[in-house]
């Protein structure tokens, strides 16, 4: 089969759309025909190199896999042969207690496609059958590769780990990448009051007539958190949305209000944020990791897909033989939404 992967670490030169051997299946294994795959920054990592990354090459890319079920192993029931399906990214064990209690995210072996086990940048990809899901109506294969990642860890973020409330005031961080596209959304869902910045005035725009933010921020024109203080008259939002991390970590601390969250899902302007202590004491901050989501996340999340109340946000269609140029687009920032991936 086809396949975009990867022999070695580097640049966009390393990438490859190769012939390699079609994955194999076990017992408990469906095999997907892909018919798209959406990148994410993570691709640019793995491609880039990540510390203690440990890949077999040719290595796979691809997180965000919508196809067709080509073939089942003898132990899987209920799902058919010409199913249209979304593929859940996250790869557990299934049996650990974490895994029992639907906290699958916890697992200890935790797996993501595309990083630490062959993703879905291919014709064909195996993946357990605890990860098909089934399509939601009226989308198409690219629409549904723009949502099972990044709207599962936003998800997490939003509802799972900041338990936002109705009314609450939140500030979402880089409203053009996908996940922060998806978290405005999420918020919306609970009738917050959205504040969302962007690089762009043409991101914020965007970000306030397509997705619905109520306010919105250019942070490369203006200090977001004096922009935060004279939206709220001086009282702060409720939730912070995150995954820049270092470049806005202080106006961060700054922007919440008494007894506010901060949930932070990655750092790729940085990773050490200076904290002066007596905000977070003082003002009963909270300071709250994220890494993707569970299975039953993601479910909750395609509800509101199903019903069109979340949409996936697709910024450009490219073929997996011009993968070169979707990295390049997202390491420059030139995307609203994601770039999807299709075989040529």
Partial sequence: MKALVIYE???VDKLCYDEIPEPPIRDSDVLVKVEACAMNHLDVWVRKGLPHLKIEYPHVLGSDIAGVVERTGRDVRGIEKGMRVLVSPGVTCGVCEHCLAGRDDLCRDYKILGENIPGGCAEYVAVPKENILPMPEG???EEGAAIPLVYLTAWHMVVVRGGIKPGETVLVHAAGS???SAAIQI???YHAIVIATAGTNKKVERAKTELGADHGINYKTHDFSKEIRAITGKRGVDLIIDHTGEVNWQGNIRSLTMGGRLVIC???SGHEGMTDLRHVFFRRLSILGSTMGSK????????HVSTGRLKPVVSKVLGMSEAAEGHRLLEERDVFGKIVLIPD
């Fill in 178 to 180: 996908g996940v922060g």
């Fill in 139 to 141: 989308l198409t294969s």
């Fill in 187 to 189: 918020a919306k869902l």
């Fill in 9 to 11: 670490h580097g640049g």
């Fill in 296 to 303: 039953a996340d993601l479910r909750e999340a395609l509800k």
């Fill in 266 to 268: 990655g750092a790729t």
